[in-house]
Nanobody, 126 residues
C-alpha cells in the first residue's frame, strides 16, 4: 500500500493543523494507521494510531493527549491527525505508517509497521 502524508506547514504556537494520510489500497479500512514524528537530532517517536475496521482502538502518546485527535474516513481511504494547541516541541517531520496485521497492543512500535509515507514537515514558531 502507498501512503501519502500531507498538510504540514508553518504555524504559530497555539495554532492548529490537520494532517492527512491518503492510501492507495482498496482494503484500507482493515489497516492500522499510525502517526510518528522525528525532530532534528532526535529519534522517531510515536504520536497516535487508529486501528483498522472492527477493532476500534485509538492510542495517543502522552505528550499529545488532549491536543491531537486521530480519525479515519475509510470511504476516502484517509486518516487525519488534527493537531490543536501546537507547541514549539511539536516541530518535526510527521510520518504516517500502515499495517494490516498489526497487533493492537503494539500500535506504538514503529518497526511493526510495514508501510510508510514520505513525511510532511510541521514547524511551530513562537
Amino acid at each position: 500500500v502507498q501512503l501519502q502524508a500531507s498538510g504540514g506547514g508553518l504555524v504559530q504556537a497555539g495554532g492548529s493543523l490537520r494532517l492527512s494520510c491518503a492510501a492507495s489500497e482498496r482494503t484500507f479500512s482493515s489497516y492500522t494507521i499510525g502517526w510518528f514524528r522525528q525532530a532534528p537530532g532526535k529519534e522517531r517517536e510515536f504520536v497516535a494510531a487508529i486501528s483498522g475496521l472492527g477493532r476500534s482502538s485509538i492510542k495517543y502518546a502522552d505528550s499529545v493527549k488532549g491536543r491531537f485527535t486521530v480519525s479515519r474516513d475509510n470511504a476516502k481511504k484517509t486518516v487525519f491527525l488534527q493537531m490543536n494547541s501546537l507547541k514549539l516541541e511539536d516541530t518535526a517531520i510527521y510520518y504516517c505508517a500502515g499495517d494490516r496485521n498489526l497487533i493492537v497492543g503494539r500500535m506504538a512500535v514503529p518497526n511493526d509497521y510495514d508501510y510508510w509515507g514520505q513525511g510532511t514537515l510541521v514547524t511551530v514558531s513562537s
